[in-house]
């Protein structure tokens, strides 16, 4: 497996969970690291990502409730997401970006239910 990503579950409306993302070792020279997420009968859409020079960028209704960030661990980020909202629910799909192109980790499950 390339790329490990964990964290998902279930939470109430207004609530947290933290996902995280590793790279394998086998991946070389990242540019960017980050989560997509997709519900059924939807395209994929970005969530938020990160680039090797600490760059990140949100999709709008991420900003100001999610938080990406690059862990001291090599090849790992982690996604922290506050005040999540039914709307947020989906399958989020870590990926990494290396000399153009892109490795794609396991789905995770988050529902946002009450």
């Known amino acids: 497996v390339q790329l490990q990503a964990s964290g998902g579950g279930l939470v109430q409306p207004g609530g947290s969970l933290r996902l995280s993302c590793v790279a394998s070792r086998s991946i070389f020279n990242i540019n960017a690291m980050g989560w997509y997420r997709q519900v059924p009968g939807k395209q994929r859409e970005l969530v938020a990502d990160?680039?090797?020079?600490?760059?990140?960028n949100y999709e709008d209704s991420a900003k100001g409730r999610f938080t990406i960030s690059r862990d001291n661990a090599p090849n790992t980020v982690t996604l922290q997401m506050n005040t999540l909202q039914p709307e947020d629910a989906a399958v989020y799909y870590c990926y990494a970006l290396s000399n153009g192109r892109i490795y794609w980790g396991q789905g995770t499950q988050v529902t946002v239910s009450s």
């Open positions: 990160i680039t090797s020079d600490g760059t990140t």
